[in-house]
């Protein structure tokens, strides 16, 4: 019976509603006042959390024992700590990759350029990861810009180190 419920509950929540919808800005001048963009299919138990417990009975057309109550409010605690998808990465985040990336390369081809190029990999990338401490990107770039400046301060001190060599007698 328990699992008739549960099946007849999932069976109304994806018939009702399944997708989730958000406002697109909309542009100054534009007729259409209220645009909505699909974002992406919704979990029928993210449907069923949010569903308060007088819609359900109403979908059911019976009261919710007490055990189901409960349940409700356990899946809706569990559904709450799920972490949200965080991966997306933000203009900062890429810009301060695709720098890095540029850094890491300008060491073999003009080193001069890697400073300015590390520098505002690490400060963009610190930015983006106070906006989004998950944007990989963000985080990918701000090390790729540590490690060209720590490459160039090492071929730097080796360039040194075999000019002064050279004096040595």
Known sequence: M?????????????SSTNLVYASAATVPGDSVLNKSVLLKPASPLA???QLSPKQIQAKLGRKLTLKEKVGLQLLRWKIAKIPPDEKVSTKDGR???????LALVAILVFPLATIPLGIIAITKGSKALKENPNDGQ????????IISLALL?????LILAF???????
């Open 2 to 14: 328990k699992f008739f419920t549960f099946l007849m509950l999932m069976g109304l929540t994806l």
């Open 47 to 49: 449907i069923l959390s």
């Open 95 to 101: 810009t301060a990759q695709t720098l890095g990336i």
């Open 138 to 145: 963000a985080q990918a770039g701000k090390i790729m810009g």
């Open 153 to 157: 301060a090492l071929v730097i001190l």
């Open 163 to 169: 000019i002064s060599s050279l004096f040595v007698y």
